[in-house]
């Protein structure tokens, strides 16, 4: 059986090799034997671009393909077209990684403003979970350097959510009114999710209204074995859940291997946007976002032992909220441009974490809230072949980070070390940008563009308590970073459908507070403590990317590339107070800290090929593979890139009857194996959580799911949907994940429009 499957690896491997596609949209039209698929755009630079005049590797999703997705989270639909990979420590989390890069390095973007702030960490994150799939018009993929159009941490690609927009009436109608509506039940963790949303229109004035609620109960896995997993391994499991009777700790033990005790949460999601359009040229924008998360368990933490028992009695994120509200302003002819752009936005984050120790009756709460103001503007003009897009970015960043713990018996609150320093937090930056194309001939079109700016940081230890070392030997730490990044890309259009393309960029990432100072337990028996040394990391990166799109039958696409990283902030061991070891919530744990001298070189091949085999039909094939190594100092011996995902794809066969009533999408996901030698075990890769044996074993093991999903539309303004995922109920766990990815899945869903 295990020769079998991995002759399938190669044979997907083979299919899909060196491609990748501008999304697994549906066709459009059919006629006759062969099916016109609909014209993407792509925002390449900020602004929307043809896809066959820029040189970036660019994959889009649109709404339409979103509702067929139907996905619990956006970070289900980022992993669900086999797009990219995305770790999960929690049921309620979701961190994607881009070519090796994951995380603080990828830079997460919503209606043109930044997601990625002052604390957003070098280790896995959850916060694309906050953005409700339900709202998204479109969501877009940006591989490779970005950092001329998007600055700082841009690394390994720019994912940018373009919600949906307020509609206006047309010029017959007065006010126009339309909306929708789904709910949907999932059976592997008892899902409902509810979801309403209605536009009303004038010919100048629109409102769009969103309101999204979702229950997630326990998580089940896989109740059968994963083919690939070595025959004395298998992936943890959290044997006792624990409950808190009469002022003591009871393990209650876990019957069944399968399901994962604790990790259910609950979100809801509210977005209002109203549109004012004065005349054809110019238009008023204003944007209000929230969304807002309950105790979400934090499931990897909770399968720690300690001995033959629990670690942590509770580990769990409290509520994480995000508050954005957004004023753009849309307009032409401004400064004699052809278009321009600005926009202001406040963001409002809170984030905290919570735990207690089995039989501890103090529960530490440490709580983190970001306020950030930022404006972007946006002037293009096209003088002939040319076309100039010049830009602004800045923010004002502030953290306030506190702590304390409490005895869950009395109500008794103490103080407690906070995750990052306790006093003054702020990180602020200006940038100027200027990108220019030039369509040299009909076809061949180059491309440039610089990036120069100003980076401020500042923070303070105050606590002489929980922080004496860094208190008396920092005090106060402040950096200037001056920035800048270049790129120059050429697309050659051989024909209508053929495009070539090369791009050489660099890119960019200042330290921020969470690089520079924070104070946290990187896994057990680890601790990572402040340096405030540490300065910019830089890439530079090459891209050749080949394309067959816009044909009747075959669109297929290539992409190639190798990136250099310069001062690459990495963990390295370090002291306190001239010691090794240090005594860290209780536990005496070795000391590292983020560091600069390390050099690392990652190299891949994504690819995509769809192929239209008759009226009603057509087939995708999808993957791709990634390489990277960490160089440090003369002497020292290489080590593996963390966040390197395995080889990974999708595969599948989708049925569209031709009055597109009816459609059904037969699919599997895979994913190679992670061998131990290319874990980085100083890096975020979380061989801990792999599989039992962790560093005794051989690494995470290779899975693939079946999956099955069908449409069917009885009123055009009704659809039923139903599915069943991972069908052969396969215990599996995504790369880097602490928790395992659900088992055999029915969902059912009902849409309804007016």
């Known amino acids: 059986m295990t020769l079998f499957f991995n002759k399938q690896f190669i044979l997907i491997g083979m299919l899909s090799c060196g491609a990748v596609s501008y999304g697994t949209d549906t066709p459009k039209e059919l006629s006759g034997d062969s099916i016109q698929l609909q014209e993407l755009f792509v925002a390449g630079r900020r602004l929307n671009d043809d896809k066959l005049q820029i040189p970036q590797y660019v994959k889009t999703i649109d709404a339409a393909r979103i509702d067929e997705m139907n996905p619990q989270t956006t970070a289900d639909l980022l992993a669900g077209d086999g797009m990219l990979t995305v770790q999960k420590s929690q049921q309620g989390g979701g961190s994607p990684s881009i070519r090796g890069f994951e995380s603080s390095r990828v830079l997460l973007v919503v209606d043109g403003v930044r997601m990625n702030n002052l604390i957003y960490r070098g280790g896995h994150l959850q916060n694309v979970i906050t953005i409700d799939p339900s709202i998204l018009g479109q969501a877009e993929v940006m591989y490779g350097p970005a950092s001329v159009g ?44 509810w979801h309403a949303d209605f536009n009303i229109g004038g010919q100048k004035i629109a409102s769009f209204t969103s309101l999204s609620y979702s229950s997630f109960g326990d998580l089940r896995g896989g109740r059968n074995s994963n083919p690939f997993m070595p025959a004395n391994d298998g992936y943890i499991h959290r044997g006792y859940k624990v409950e808190h009777v009469d002022g003591k700790d009871v393990l209650v033990p876990n019957t069944k291997d399968y399901h994962q005790p604790q990790s259910g949460y609950h979100q809801y999601d509210l977005m209002q946007k109203f549109l004012y359009r004065y005349n054809d040229g110019v238009s008023h924008l204003v944007n209000f976002q929230f969304s807002n998360t309950n105790d979400v368990p934090r499931y990897d933490r909770l399968t720690d032992m300690k001995g033959d028992k629990p670690k942590f009695a509770e580990w769990y994120y409290g509520p994480q909220q995000r508050l954005l509200a957004a004023y753009t302003y849309d307009t032409h002819g401004l400064f004699g441009g052809d278009h321009a752009s600005m926009t202001l936005s406040y963001q409002n984050i809170e984030e905290s974490r919570h735990n207690r120790k089995l039989n501890d009756a103090w529960l530490g709460s440490r709580k983190e809230k970001v306020n950030v103001v930022s404006l972007s503007a946006d002037w293009v003009k096209y003088l002939g072949v040319h076309k100039i897009h010049a ?273 059904v999408e037969f699919y599997s996901l895979f994913n190679g194996k992670k061998p131990l030698s290319r874990y980085n075990l100083n890096g975020e890769d979380n061989i801990g959580y792999a599989t039992g044996l962790g560093l005794d074993g051989e690494g995470l093991p290779a899975w693939f799911t079946l999956n099955l999903k069908a449409t069917y539309r009885p009123h055009p303004n009704v659809t039923l949907q139903a599915g069943v995922e991972n069908i052969l109920d396969t215990e599996y766990r995504t790369f880097g994940s602490g928790i395992n990815a659900p088992g055999r899945n029915f969902t059912a869903a009902i849409r309804a429009s007016f």
């Not at 990052?420 to 200027?434: A, E, S, T, W």
């Open 391 to 663: 830009g602004i970015d800045g923010s004002l960043q502030y953290l306030k980070s506190t702590a304390h713990k409490t005895d869950i018996n009395t109500g008794e609150q103490k103080p407690l070390d906070t995750r990052y320093p306790d006093g003054h937090n702020h990180m602020h930056n200006i940038d100027l940008f200027v990108a220019h194309s030039w369509e040299i001939t009909p076809g061949l079109i180059f491309s440039d563009g610089v990036r120069v700016g100003y980076s401020t940081l500042k923070t303070t230890f105050r606590s002489d308590e929980f922080f004496p070392f860094f208190s008396r030997e920092y005090g106060t730490v402040t950096q200037n970073n001056p920035t800048y990044s270049l790129n120059a890309g050429l697309a050659y259009n051989v024909s209508d459908s053929w495009k070539l393309a090369l791009s050489l960029t660099t890119g960019y990432r200042v330290p921020n507070i969470d690089d520079m100072a924070k104070v946290f337990d990187s896994q057990p028996g680890m601790v990572v403590v402040p340096n405030p040394d540490i300065k910019p990391e830089k890439t530079v990166s090459a891209d050749f990317n080949v394309a067959h799109v816009n044909s009747g039958r075959v669109e297929w696409d290539a992409s190639v590339f190798g990136t250099y990283i310069f001062d690459a902030i990495a963990l390295a061991p370090a002291t306190v107070d001239g010691k090794d070891k240090i005594d860290y919530d209780g536990e005496l744990s070795d000391v590292y800290a983020n560091r600069n001298n390390r050099r690392a070189f990652v190299t891949g091949v994504t690819s995509t090929l769809r192929v239209i085999l008759s009226k009603c039909f057509w087939a995708d094939a999808a993957a791709t593979y990634t390489y990277g190594d960490i160089f440090g100092d003369k002497g020292e011996k290489k080590m593996p890139l963390d966040h390197v995902a395995p080889l990974f794809g999708r595969v599948g066969v989708t049925f569209q009857s031709a009055g597109k009533r009816t459609m």
């Open 150 to 193: 998007y600055g700082s941490d841009a690394l390994g690609g720019v994912i940018s959510f373009r919600t949906k927009m307020p509609r206006l009436a047309d010029r017959e109608s007065g006010v126009m009114f339309s909306g929708s509506a789904f709910s949907r039940f999932s059976s592997a963790n008892d899902e409902s999710t």
